[in-house]
């Protein structure tokens, strides 16, 4: 009786802090961050960590050059490989340039039944966030997984995190260019 009475007063709390440690490795990574002193090694940097943090199978820094996508940084399961060149038209990312976060976190092959070489992946989930300079889309940070995502909300915290420190440095990389420029 004595025991029911103790495991009566036993409160249990459990929480899946998963999502919260997303968003605080997100954190810790750009807080540490130091000046990188070209835009392939920031990007370089970036892929890698967000990869790492999320877990993800692809993860690429791209800017828009025409109607292309052309890439600063991409990484594959964990290894960066090397910078390659895609169409934006019927891309998951062709919606990023509408200036928010876009997310299919599952299905997304047969989102994109059009495009071959999306077809060829084994992907099925992606998220990307833009790039902005001076209030402009100039490119975007995306991921892929073979998995679907799971906790879009704060995966979209995280590649907001990720997307506004790459953005800042962009604005500063162009920022240095025009003043050499003129020196």
Do not use: W
């Not at 103790?6 to 409160?11: A, E, H």
């Not at 802090?17 to 968003?23: A, L, P, Q």
């Not at 509408?98 to 077809?119: A, G, M, T, Y």
């Amino acid at each position: 009786n004595r025991d029911k009475e103790n495991l009566s007063r036993f409160v249990l709390r459990l929480e899946n802090v998963t999502d919260k440690m997303y968003v605080e490795n997100a954190l810790n990574f750009i807080a540490a961050e130091a000046h990188h002193s070209t835009a392939e090694q920031l990007a370089i940097q970036m892929v890698q960590n967000l990869s790492r943090i999320i877990s993800s199978t692809y993860v690429y820094i791209a800017l828009k050059k025409q109607n292309n996508l052309e890439t600063l940084a991409v990484c594959v399961n964990g290894n960066i490989t090397p910078n390659i060149s895609f169409k934006l038209h019927n891309t998951p990312s062709e919606a990023v340039f509408s200036n928010r976060v876009i997310s299919f976190p599952n299905h997304l092959k047969q989102s994109f039944s059009q495009n071959d070489e999306l077809q060829k992946l084994d992907v099925d989930s992606y998220i990307g966030a833009p790039i902005t300079v001076d209030s402009k889309v100039i490119g975007v940070i995306a991921a892929m997984n073979s998995l679907p995502f799971c906790s879009v909300s704060y995966l979209n915290q995280v590649m907001t995190i990720f997307a506004n420190r790459v953005s800042s440095e962009m604005k500063r990389y162009q920022t240095e260019e025009k003043i050499k420029k003129k020196i």
